[in-house]
């Protein structure tokens, strides 16, 4: 009789082999695997995870609520809903000054993450460079090389508020640079540009003749200056895509809704992709993300200035246990220095975890630029935050 043991042993599939070779080449996500360890643990204080403490307004959640019960559980067309798209067109006339067209130069998306995902894979041939600055979002790099390109980092500084310099830009092009992944303001670093910053990046981008997808996520929760859209420049709105959305500003996280702004030629490529890939976004999300525009900005401005009250509280207090902050110019993170502690970042996480019950992200999970940092969110109650930087300050002071 055959032995059936062996025969399933040798009928054991490789799955490196089977995989995509570029799949198995990415990492996990830094943060992710990082939080993993923390799920293993009860009653932790997060600092981790970029999202906001609030539930979604509630004149939101009654549009959706009410969409779903008046029948409005089908497809939308694959751009999005028209009435959305024209918010949307005069949201960003209205914020920045410019132009779109809400029928050719709008498309909804499933969030940002998406949007950047088919802006970047619609533009990018095998062997294309994307820059971007170093510390960065987390899925940037992947994203870049799932689409067959290649990401070249920019390192940024601390001692600069971690900002891209038009000098820097030009250095980092070379023949096979097509793009400029922008992200302001940062996560991780929290940093954003005032008007003329941009406007020296939009000059280094002309002068490179760069395409720009530009991460403008967090652009509503600007603190000490308006947000410019990079677009709103001269010759800037026909190469730029602005990505926007409404989780981080309206706490809409997990409805997945976003959009994408730019000319009709790069709009219509990705909606290519978005038709075979996933045909549209949420209807109820659609529908919620209108009201949101049309009759709960009080609510995002009520939201917006808890975080800047949050942020003045941390900053002070990480800089009082002398752990180097700089204050955010937006978004609801601080990116803190403690190469003092002689700890690396994830040591510093990992021990700070398992001593005193607080979590937050190690900055190399942005990249290597990010060690000897770890990131916050202070989009948490300001009594976790306080409870969290009395453990952190016990915690320095054990080293």
Request: aromatic letters at 10%.
């Amino acid at each position: 009789m055959p032995n059936v043991e062996s025969q399933v042993e040798e009928n054991v599939l490789n799955w490196n082999e089977r995989l995509s070779s570029q799949i198995v080449s990415i990492p996990s996500s830094g943060i992710r695997v990082f939080f993993d360890i923390v799920a293993q643990k009860k009653d932790v204080i997060s600092l981790g995870v970029g999202e906001p403490d609030f539930v979604t307004p509630q004149i939101i959640v009654n549009t959706a609520i009410e969409s779903l019960r008046n029948g409005y559980t089908h497809y939308t067309g694959n751009a999005g809903i028209p009435s959305l798209r024209n918010e949307i067109s005069n949201y960003l006339k209205n914020a920045y000054n410019v132009d779109y067209n809400p029928d050719t130069e709008i498309m909804i998306t499933v969030g940002v993450s998406q949007g950047i995902d088919i802006a970047l894979r619609s533009i990018i041939n095998p062997g294309d460079g994307i820059i971007y600055g170093s510390p960065s979002y987390v899925s940037y790099s992947p994203m870049i090389k799932l689409a067959g390109g290649i990401p070249k980092t920019i390192s940024t500084k601390f001692s600069e508020n971690f900002i891209l310099k038009p000098d820097e830009i030009d250095n980092a092009c070379d023949s096979q640079t097509k793009a400029i992944l922008l992200n302001y303001p940062s996560n991780p670093t929290g940093s954003s540009y005032q008007k003329k910053d941009v406007e020296k990046i939009a000059d280094a981008v002309i002068k490179n003749d760069l395409l720009v997808v530009s991460d403008e996520i967090y652009a509503d929760l600007s603190y000490d200056f308006a947000h410019t859209a990079i677009s709103s420049f001269p010759g800037m709105k026909e190469r730029t895509i602005l990505l926007g959305g409404f989780s981080k500003n309206f706490a809409m996280t997990g409805w997945r809704i976003g959009f994408a702004a730019g000319p009709k030629e790069w709009i219509k490529a990705m909606l290519k992709i978005h038709q075979y890939s996933m045909l549209c976004a949420p209807t109820v999300a659609q529908m919620a993300a209108e009201t949101a525009l049309k009759y709960a900005l009080h609510e995002r401005d009520k939201m917006r200035d808890s975080y800047a009250r949050r942020r003045e509280f941390i900053v002070t207090e990480f800089n009082r246990i002398g752990l180097e902050t700089l204050n955010p110019d937006g978004a609801f993170y601080t990116f803190s220095r403690i190469e003092k502690t002689g700890l690396t970042s994830m040591e510093f996480a990992q021990t700070l975890l398992e001593q005193e019950n607080v979590a937050v992200i190690p900055g190399d999970a942005f990249g290597e630029e990010g060690n000897g940092f770890i990131r916050c969110c202070y989009a948490t109650s300001i009594d976790n935050i306080k409870i969290a930087m009395q453990r952190i300050d016990r915690f320095v002071n054990k080293i």
